[in-house]
T-cell receptor, first 112, second 111 residues
Framework: ETGVTQSPTHLIKTRGQQVTLRCSSQ?????VSWYQQALGQGPQFIFQ???????GRGNFPPRFSGLQFPNYSSELNVNALELDDSALYLC???????????FGPGTRLTVL | QKEVEQNSGPLSVPEGAIASLNCTYS??????FFWYRQYSGKSPELIMF????GDKEDGRFTAQLNKASQYVSLLIRDSQPSDSATYLC???????????FGAGTRLFVKA
């Protein structure tokens, strides 16, 4: 059984640029959630995808957008990057909407 | 009031002692409760989940849930230096609602 994978591991961007982060869910999992974790804080919910549809969104602006593909992998896109977007971005997959979530290794994004 | 609150710590315990980590939540409709461990620079790793009032044991870990008091805790028996990490409490209302995480409690186990 393959766990949750994310790419890239690290990324450095400058303000105003756009970034795409990728996540492959654990085998058999149809739900993917994305979180932002700033230093010293808990993960903050960005949004969740269930069977290719967005199912819930946290308090993040529209420049944070996502997709889920038929194989249940997912992308997080962030436009017009700001310095405060620097964080660890975590993807978590689960068997269903309220099931236990398993995290990928994360992508460390630095915005300069 | 934060939706999920944890003491940020650090909580320092000697090796072999019991570490007690606490978490309170504000939404009485919450149904699922999770404890994750996160080492510095790494992603959260699931330790335990609990749905019903009472205790749930798994090896050295015991999760305790009291829905009336809106309180969930994690006990770590025979603490080891390798248990030193940040412990995240997470709560879900079910029905497709988002999972809310606390800010975490840092635990140091002294050898």
């Amino acid at each position: 059984e393959t766990g949750v994978t994310q790419s890239p591991t690290h990324l450095i961007k400058t303000r105003g640029q756009q970034v795409t982060l990728r996540c492959s869910s654990q085998s058999g999992h149809n739900t993917v959630s994305w979180y932002q974790q700033a230093l010293g804080q808990g993960p903050q919910f960005i949004f969740q995808y269930y069977r290719e549809e967005e199912n819930g969104r946290g308090n993040f602006p529209p420049r944070f957008s996502g997709l889920q593909f038929p194989n249940y992998s997912s992308e997080l896109n962030v436009n017009a990057l700001e310095l405060d977007d620097s964080a660890l971005y975590l993807c978590a997959s689960s068997l269903g909407l309220a099931d236990t979530q398993y995290f990928g290794p994360g992508t460390r994004l630095t915005v300069l | 009031q934060k939706e999920v609150e944890q003491n940020s710590g650090p909580l320092s315990v000697p090796e072999g002692a019991i570490a007690s980590l606490n978490c309170t939540y504000s939404d009485r409709g919450s149904q699922s409760f999770f404890w994750y461990r996160q080492y510095s620079g790494k992603s959260p790793e699931l330790i335990m989940f609990i749905y019903s009032n009472g205790d749930k044991e798994d090896g050295r870990f015991t999760a305790q849930l009291n829905k009336a008091s809106q309180y969930v805790s994690l006990l770590i028996r025979d603490s080891q230096p390798s248990d030193s990490a940040t412990y995240l409490c997470a709560v879900n209302k079910g029905g497709g609602f988002k999972t809310i995480f606390g800010a975490g409690t840092r635990l140091f186990v002294k050898a």
